[in-house]
């Protein structure tokens, strides 16, 4: 069974794809001297399940004569379910390891998605579901990697797990985790108590530890009591040295007074919703010089800054070799990196989702992607960003279209999807630009095409009488604006409280900055942790949040389909076909 290698995995298979025996590691030893090239000239002569079985043997030398590449490409594309049993184990065993020394994790998951019925020696198969644990995590799907992870911990109470499985389970959220815990064994409910210690601790680390030592009492042979995970280790070091005084630099007055206002009252919002135990200055950053401010902030005792907001500032802060305090900066500067230490960046960056949304099409199976975007320096920006990834990986640009925002969509349309036509086309639009969009594709003959969009294109409020136009278009989001598609619910958000606080009173066109305020002042609070505990991650109102390697806070977004004009859950894409959400 060939699986396409689109989108994440859905929880409903995660329980089909785990239960059971486990595979092997390595490739089997079978020699033959047939040139490969020759037998797949030979396949392309003969029965499917024949051919299948050639093009295993092709596969299988090119990956011993160290042709990995190839290898892969001809393995994955093999028909596993034409192979007999044994032969089914053999071409597992040899896709799992090709993809594991070439970096594919959905290689690794394609190869064991009929683990259960693999004749497999009980070594060779609770390797094999490592790999698929280690795998399912590469591609963000904690859940299902913890259930592998730990279904190998259980056979061989094996601590060098505990560091993987930690990384699951840290970023599972409340309802994931009772829904692993619910008549689990002692191990699994171990790791879950564990994980909801630290879920609910909110960042205060001398409580975390707290709960964490009578957690150690009550699980004394559980592995993770036995050596604690390296970064509950690293946080560790870090007790007496919460932050308890965040300065804020954001402007006043000028251009940016209205967002940094909105992103002002997300903090608020939240400062309260988290008890009020840190205390926060704000600083006009309208006129004063940085070097000022910084001064100000000091003198004030504060031990974190939020801000700068102006991308200008935050360029030159990313040119020196070292801020004044640790700064979470609200946007990202013009350099490729970022140079300065204890600087981090943070921003709702168009140019980050058109990057996810290339990852996003390129997992779906697509290789050539047309790209229709605005004319103007939003645009170019934010196409770049996505041709930069798209053709990182391999894929074609067949049109780069820019439209005139005032103009109708028919033409620009057009252009961007004939001659060649791609199967997939890229847009950024603001709501009424995207609207024309679908209807121009269906005129043109192009009803299937699938679109990928940002999530300028959702006003934030369900509108199925004019969103209707945009069915099946998919786009990104953060949680807060589409949490029945994102989260499974409003009552699964998070940090809830300041979500009701703010949907009830925010303007919709400032909502996703109050978003943005909510977690500037849960990623200030955690500046240190950051530093001391690299790819520590945060679940927040506006994506699962982690800085990048300079420093950079990189955001992941779900994804959403549109459904009788309505924001929806992507259903188990590409697993079960094309499937649509219902």
């Not at 690794?108 to 390797?127: G, K, S």
């Not at 935050?314 to 040119?319: A, F």
Request: hydrophobic residues 40%; aromatic residues 6%; negative net charge.
């Amino acid at each position: 069974m060939r699986i396409p290698t689109r989108g994440l995995l859905a929880t409903a298979l995660c329980a089909m794809l785990l239960a059971g025996c486990a595979a092997p590691t390595g490739i089997v030893d079978r020699v033959t001297d047939d040139d490969p090239s020759r037998l797949l000239e030979q396949a392309g002569q003969q029965e499917p399940a024949q051919a299948a079985r050639t093009r295993l043997e092709a596969a299988d030398i090119l990956a011993r004569q160290g042709e990995h590449t190839q290898a892969l490409e001809i393995a994955a594309d093999i028909d596993d379910s034409l192979l007999p049993p044994e032969t089914r184990a053999r071409w597992a065993l040899l896709l799992a390891e090709l993809g594991e020394t070439l970096g594919e994790p959905w290689a690794v998951i394609q190869a064991t998605q009929e683990l259960d019925a693999l004749p497999l020696a009980p070594d060779r198969a609770l390797a094999l579901r490592e790999q698929l644990g280690m795998a399912l995590l590469e591609v963000d799907e904690p859940a299902a990697a913890a259930e592998a992870l730990l279904r190998v911990q259980a056979s061989r109470d094996d601590e060098a797990l505990n560091d993987p499985i930690w990384t699951a389970m840290s970023r599972l959220d409340g309802q994931a985790l009772a829904d692993l815990g619910r008549d689990a064994d002692a191990l699994t409910r171990g790791w879950v108590e564990l994980a909801e210690l630290y879920r609910t601790s909110g960042g205060d680390i001398q409580r975390l530890f707290e709960r964490l030592d009578a957690w150690r009492e009550r699980n004394s042979r559980h592995p993770a009591a036995r050596r604690l995970p390296a970064d509950l280790v690293a946080l560790g070091e870090l007790r007496g040295l919460e932050v308890r005084h965040i300065a804020v630099m954001l402007p006043e007055s000028g251009p940016l007074a209205r967002p940094a206002d909105a992103i002002i009252e997300g903090m608020r919002i939240q400062h309260r919703a988290a008890g009020g135990s840190v205390q926060l200055s704000f600083l006009d950053a309208s006129h004063g010089d940085l070097e000022a401010l910084y001064r100000e902030a000091q003198s004030r005792g504060a031990q974190v800054m939020v801000g700068p907001l102006d991308k200008e500032q935050v360029t030159r802060l990313e040119q020196q070799e070292r801020v004044p305090l640790p700064t979470l900066a609200l946007n990202y500067g013009h350099g490729e990196r970022n140079g300065a230490r204890g600087l981090f960046q943070y921003g709702l960056s168009a140019e980050n989702e058109a990057r996810q949304a290339a990852v996003r099409a390129w997992r779906d199976g697509h290789r050539s992607a047309g790209v229709l975007v605005p004319d103007n320096d939003w645009g170019r920006r934010v196409g770049e960003a996505f041709w930069d990834e798209w053709q990182a990986r391999g894929g074609e640009v067949t049109n780069a279209v820019r439209y005139n925002p005032n103009a109708p969509a028919t033409e620009s349309t057009r252009r961007a999807v004939s001659n060649p036509r791609p199967d997939a086309l890229f847009l950024l639009a603001l709501p009424d630009y995207a609207r024309q969009v679908p209807p121009t594709l269906d005129y043109f003959g192009a009803s299937r095409l699938p679109v990928y969009a940002t999530s300028h294109l959702f006003e934030g409020q369900v509108n199925p009488q004019l969103d209707h136009d945009l069915n099946d278009v998919q786009f990104l989001d953060i949680p807060w604006q589409i949490p029945d598609a994102a989260v499974g619910g409003v009552e699964v958000l998070p940090f809830l409280d300041s979500y009701r606080a703010l949907r009830e009173e925010s303007d919709p066109t400032l909502f996703r900055l109050h978003a943005m305020g909510v977690d500037a002042f849960e990623l200030a609070r955690r500046l240190p942790q950051f530093e001391a505990v690299p790819g520590m991650e945060l679940r927040g109102a506006t994506g699962t949040l982690r800085p990048g390697s300079d420093g950079r806070i990189e955001r992941e977004l779900p994804w959403a389909r549109f459904v009788n004009g309505v924001p929806q859950p992507v259903l188990i894409p590409g697993i079960f076909g094309d499937e649509r959400a219902r």
